[in-house]
């Protein structure tokens, strides 16, 4: 089942390239399309893509579940040759970013304070303080610097 997933999602992903290549958003029917084929798959992975620069880049994430890491390997080997497209397996490291932009809210990264937490089992987590920020901007915030740790320390 999971083999004909696989080849069932880069027939799709084939299919659908250059439409996918023009999208500004993935609040678009190619999007969900493509994600479908994905969730056939495994309903847990998900796909970044980026259509700036030379080669446009397709990133298949696990989103940091450990037990998917080699089912995501196995979907990247098996991406076919696609003219102007690179297929990367997980979220590479690319460093933190000056600033995020996150439905509005502009965080300068440099200001934000990070504070390293640990429990007694060892445990770790990481508080943040964005000084100045609005009430009914946390949750876009938490979201927004969830997705700047994304890429500083990648997958």
């Not at 997933?5 to 799709?12: L, P, V």
């Not at 003219?83 to 933190?96: D, H």
């Not at 943040?128 to 927004?144: E, F, R, T, V, Y």
């Amino acid at each position: 089942m999971t083999n004909a997933a696989i080849q069932d999602f880069w027939t799709t992903f084939n299919q659908r390239a250059d439409a996918l290549a023009k999208l500004e958003s993935a609040e678009d029917p190619v999007y969900d399309e493509i994600l479908a084929k994905l969730h056939a798959i495994n309903d847990a992975l998900f796909f970044e893509f980026s259509t700036q620069g030379r080669k446009a880049e397709f990133i298949i994430t696990a989103e940091g579940d450990k037990s998917l890491f080699g089912l995501v390997d196995d979907i990247v080997a098996a991406a076919p040759k696609a003219k102007g497209w690179s297929f990367i397996a997980l979220k590479p490291k690319v460093g933190f970013a000056r600033s995020i932009t996150w439905e509005g809210h502009v965080i300068d990264c440099a200001s934000v304070l990070f504070e390293p937490l640990e429990d007694e089992s060892g445990g770790f987590g990481i508080r943040m303080l964005i000084p100045d920020l609005p009430d009914d901007k946390q949750d876009s915030a938490h979201n927004g610097m969830l997705r700047v740790l994304d890429h500083a320390l990648g997958e």
